[in-house]
């Protein structure tokens, strides 16, 4: 069946570093790709997506590229910022049914 | 602020009890999702409903059900609680059949089962 699996966290950096998080997927057909991100205390929200292979989703600083080829969907950001800190998950549509969502990657950000 | 509404915000009682949590959806949103948010197992697909009919199954167990009424909101009912059962419950709604699949959460009902 559909899965997603990223990078175990928790991952702390400091202020201003780069931020990677892995995320690869299995899936049938042609999914749609998803970070959502979750502040402490609060719902998911839709950080960023990509529809079709090769798109870029982007969104605050934030980026990710539909990689068909490696089933890879990471995320990146060049300066992270304390406000930074969350719960990233990634996810994928395959069908119009349910969003599979990944275990999720705590980040920390530093002063 | 997402257009989600979950209630009750906090839920705590005792094993063996039944509990309902509501939701109510985005204006205009069809479909909605229910989440299970647990330490030890993520964030795992309970059920979607649209329109008031089932979408789709997840890993629901048969302790638990759900329905969509004509309204659109959505109740989730857990009966002979167990202390596993403790978890944060989100509920998500969506435009179904066009859009982009962007789910849009509430903030979630966290039950505590003591």
Known sequence: GDSVTQMEGPVTLSEEAFLTINCTYTATGYPSLFWYVQYPGEGLQLLLKATKADDKGSNKGFEATYRKETTSFHLEKGSVQVSDSAVYFCALWASYDKVIFGPGTSLSVIP | ?114
């Open chain 2, 1 to 114: 602020d997402s257009g989600v509404t979950q209630t009750p915000k906090h839920l705590i009682t005792a094993t063996g009890q039944r509990v309902t949590l509501r939701c109510s959806p985005r204006s205009g949103d069809l479909s909605v999702y229910w989440y299970q948010q647990s330490l030890d197992q993520g964030l795992q697909f309970l059920i979607h409903y649209y329109n008031g009919e089932e979408r789709a199954k997840g890993n629901i167990l048969e302790r638990f059900s759900a329905q969509q009424f004509p309204d659109l909101h959505s109740e989730l009912n857990l009966s002979s609680l167990e202390l596993g059962d403790s978890a944060l419950y989100f509920c998500a709604s969506s435009v179904f059949g066009r859009g982009t699949g962007e789910l849009f959460f509430g903030e979630g009902s966290r039950l505590t089962v003591l």
